[in-house]
């Protein structure tokens, strides 16, 4: 395999992660959304309508936004030693 094709492969795989980084970033965006309006929605409410495990999701959603930035930062650092 050339060192060419090998860029380009790295390539498809950092739009991947890359893509994959966009993707749990706007699911972390709308757990946070959807829990202000069960907030507000709670107001009303006797009792808190936001499901105690959505701290859990948020977390394991910014766990999720660091192992893609540093597997970023891996490939980047892999292609400039090409």
């Known amino acids: 395999m050339s060192i060419e094709a090998i860029r380009a492969a790295t390539s498809e795989v950092r739009d991947q992660v890359l893509a ?11 757990l946070a959304e959807a829990v202000r309006i069960l907030g507000d929605l709670s107001r009303n409410n006797s009792t808190t309508l936001i499901p105690p495990e959505h ?20 490939i980047d650092r892999f292609v400039a030693g090409l």
């Not at 980084?21 to 965006?29: K, W, Y």
């Open 55 to 74: 701290r859990r999701a948020d977390e394991q959603l910014a766990g999720c936004l660091e192992l893609l930035a540093g597997s970023l930062a891996c």
């Open 20 to 30: 994959a980084h966009h993707d749990v970033h706007t699911a972390r965006q709308r």
